[in-house]
């Protein structure tokens, strides 16, 4: 299985701010997902994190809100950019594809960062 | 559009079997994953359905039927450790994208 770490594990923070949130992985994968759930609710995808280029967004995200980077096969980071209390929610990044795996049916999720807005 | 329906509680006592259902209906169709969460943490696998039958992993099964767009997750001799929620997802694509359903609460009682 992998490891994957997320930082912060939570954050408060004021309206009209950005917050990078970072999502680390001991091993390389092939793909890697960033999702938003509100407490108590399911899962929403937001973006493929695609190494090395732009991210792919779900309907309802735009990239400006957004940002997405990935530089590499064991990292990304999500920005959650001009924060309105409605972005108030838990951001966790998935995995997918680990290094000697044949094929990415599981997925792996980071722990989540709590995110909320005032 | 697409949809996964699924009951938003169930409750069982210790020992018991519980089923939960998952009714989908998405564009494309590569697979039918259940995932588990318990409150405050990340959601873990629990199983997989490419194609039509039962599969099972210890005390969890799982089943999926292609042509009724329906699978359901088996839980047997339930612990009080497995009250948590469970979501189903599909996965539509050789992208590996999950769309998740509503999610389960599933309250286990002594």
């Known amino acids: 299985s992998a490891v994957i770490s997320q930082k912060p594990s939570r954050d408060i923070c004021q309206r009209g701010t950005s917050l990078t949130i970072q999502c680390q992985v001991d091993?390389?994968?092939?793909?890697m997902f960033w999702y938003r759930q509100q407490p108590g609710q399911s899962l929403t995808l937001i973006a493929t994190?695609?190494?090395?280029?732009?991210?792919?967004?779900e309907s309802g995200f735009v990239i400006d809100k957004f940002p997405i980077s990935r530089p590499n096969l064991t990292f990304s980071t999500l920005t959650v950019s001009n924060m309105s209390p409605e972005d108030s929610s838990i951001y966790l990044c998935?995995?997918?594809?680990?290094?000697?795996?044949?094929?990415?049916?599981?997925?792996?999720f980071g722990p989540g960062t709590r995110l909320t807005v005032l | 559009g697409q949809s996964l329906e699924q009951p938003s509680e169930v409750t069982a006592v210790e020992g018991a079997i519980v089923q939960i259902n998952c009714t989908y209906q998405?564009?494309?169709?590569?697979?039918l994953s259940w995932y588990q969460q318990h409150d405050g943490g990340a959601p873990t696998f629990l199983s997989y359905?490419?194609?039509?039958g039962l599969e099972e992993t210890g005390r969890f099964s799982s089943f999926l039927s292609r042509s009724d767009s329906y699978g359901y997750l088996l839980l047997q001799e339930l612990q009080m450790k497995d009250s948590a929620s469970y979501f189903c997802?599909?996965?539509?694509?050789?992208?590996?994208?999950?769309?998740f359903g509503s999610g389960t609460r599933l309250l286990v009682r002594p």
């Open positions: 997802a599909v996965c539509e694509d050789s992208s590996y994208k999950l769309i």
């Open positions: 091993s390389q994968v092939t793909m």
């Open positions: 994190a695609n190494q090395g280029s732009e991210a792919t967004y």
């Open positions: 998935s995995v997918v594809g680990l290094a000697g795996v044949n094929y990415g049916v599981e997925q792996f």
């Open positions: 359905n490419a194609l039509d």
């Open positions: 998405t564009s494309g169709f590569y697979g």
